[in-house]
């Protein structure tokens, strides 16, 4: 089932406790305020709509709308940046129980002080601050969050697991994948354990741990199991794929915070819930998230190379929209470019609204998620053919020069 877009960050009133480790000028700011904590999507019929990075370059396009992001990381292809593997300062591997089951008090033991609640201001007026979650990744004091927990931040406090406050500075964030990179000051501080969604499988045993409603000063503790895999979310600021499903409870104010095995390893980034549902939440599955993160931690931001199109499945179009896109009566399958970038790297190397993409770099595409999948594969910069097949019946092989977009992308 595709999910729709829909919706945004969940207000909240926590009342005297928002802003509880902030300075009493701050508090003032931020009572009453945005837990910045969760993005809540609607589940709702199944959509024909693809949205990513260029839906805000092309306009009018009609019902669907895709285009290529960037290349697809996976657990064999990571390389670990040296503050997230040292041993000296990362959590234990934590053992299941006799019966095989996670031991939810010596996970919590492992992890919990890795965890920090997270404060921000910003100069948004009654919504004056947020809250979410972050988690320590090296022992210097750099955290992983939610980009959304940071957005449009003035200034960022964290308070840790012993309850000491800190100041916190962005690092650099990648809205397209909603993940950030703070960094406060700090020597042999607890850092987490990464693990490999690669070996997650539907059933297994999960904890999340957050900052769920702000309710206290310590973080809230949630056990549930992994209810899917390989789940999209079309959110506002794009696509969100590759993610994790779980039925422990995620609130606002979660947003950031770990989502941990049997292990104590972090599996995912808690970073949205189903508002029309119960027990359906999300986070980005942490192979996915890792390459970023390791960029993110150089003061820089991802790049994806970009193709430039908005695309529809042939076969998803009904004879009216067909005739819209004047396609040919042989054509079945394949994907028709609905829209292009204006200076994106399709439209400079002339291929045209209403053309159907047989084939990108000698693969054959009989659908967006072939042609999406096939440009996350290439690099920016690669020149590459593109074979389409044109109003009149006639097929042409077009040559492109990939360029490239700022964000790893969903």
């Given at each position: 089932m595709?999910?729709t ?5 969940v207000?909240?009133n926590?009342g005297?406790k928002t ?8 508090l003032?700011?931020?009572v ?6 969760l993005i ?15 839906q ?11 285009t290529?992001t960037?290349?697809e990381?996976?657990?064999?292809t ?7 593997v040292?041993?000296e300062?990362?959590?234990p ?18 992890v ?6 997270i404060?921000?201001?910003t ?5 004056g601050?947020?809250?979410?979650t972050?988690?320590?990744i090296?022992?210097?004091g750099?955290?992983?969050?939610n980009?959304?927990v ?5 200034d960022i406090?964290?308070?840790l697991?012993?309850?000491?406050i800190?100041?916190a500075e962005?690092v650099e964030q990648?809205?397209?994948r909603?993940?950030?990179v703070l960094?406060i ?15 997650v499988e539907?059933g ?7 900052n769920a409603?702000?309710?206290g000063?310590t973080?809230t ?7 899917a895999l390989?789940r ?18 995620i609130?606002p104010?979660?947003?950031g915070g770990?989502?941990v095995?049997?292990s104590g390893e972090?599996?995912g980034?808690?970073t ?9 939440g ?5 192979d996915?998230a890792?390459?970023?993160?390791e960029t993110?931690q150089?003061?820089?931001?991802p ?6 199109v ?10 009216t929209?067909?005739n819209?896109y004047?396609?040919?009566?042989d ?8 829209a292009?970038?204006e200076?994106g790297?399709?439209?400079a ?5 209403g053309?159907v993409?047989?084939?990108?770099d000698g ?5 967006v998620q ?8 290439s690099?920016?910069?690669?020149v590459?053919?593109v ?15 990939l360029g490239?977009?700022e964000?790893a992308?969903?």
């Open positions: 595709q999910l877009d829909i919706l945004n960050v207000n909240h926590p005297s802003g509880r480790f902030l300075a009493g000028a701050v003032g700011a931020v009453g305020g945005l837990v910045a904590g809540v999507v609607s589940l709702g019929d199944p959509q024909r709509i693809y949205v990513t990075e260029t805000e370059d092309v306009k009018g396009v009609g019902e669907a709308v895709a290529a960037g290349a990381p996976t657990a064999t990571v390389v670990l940046d040296a503050a997230i040292s041993e300062a990362i959590t591997r934590v053992e299941m129980t006799d019966a095989g089951r996670l031991d939810v008090k010596a996970v919590l033991a492992a919990a002080p890795t965890v920090v609640q404060e921000i201001e100069d948004d007026g009654v919504f601050g947020g809250q979410g972050g988690f320590i090296s022992s210097d750099q955290v992983v969050t980009a959304h940071v957005e449009n931040a003035t406090k964290v308070m697991y012993d309850g000491s800190k100041q962005l990648d809205p397209t909603d993940l950030a960094k000051e700090g020597e042999d501080l607890p850092a987490a354990r990464l693990g490999s969604s690669a070996e539907v297994d045993e999960v904890l999340a741990i957050g409603l702000g309710l000063d973080p503790v949630t056990t549930g199991i992994v209810s390989e999209e979310l079309q959110l506002s600021g794009g696509l969100l794929t590759r993610l994790i499903q779980t039925d422990a409870a609130n104010g979660n947003s770990p989502l095995n049997a972090v599996i980034v808690n949205a819930i189903a508002g029309n549902a119960e027990g359906i999300f986070a980005i599955s942490i996915h890792r390459p970023v993160i993110l150089t003061g820089e931001v790049k994806r190379p970009l193709l430039g908005s695309i529809i499945d042939v076969e998803d179009l009904d004879e929209s067909r819209q004047n396609i040919s009566e054509v079945e399958t394949g994907v028709v470019i609905a292009l970038v200076d790297a399709a439209n190397a002339g291929l045209k609204v053309e993409v047989l084939e990108f693969q054959d595409i009989q659908s072939d042609l999406v999948t096939a440009v996350r594969a690099e920016i910069g690669r590459v053919k074979v389409v097949v044109g109003n009149d019946g006639s097929i042409r092989n077009v040559t492109v020069e490239f977009a964000g992308g969903g």
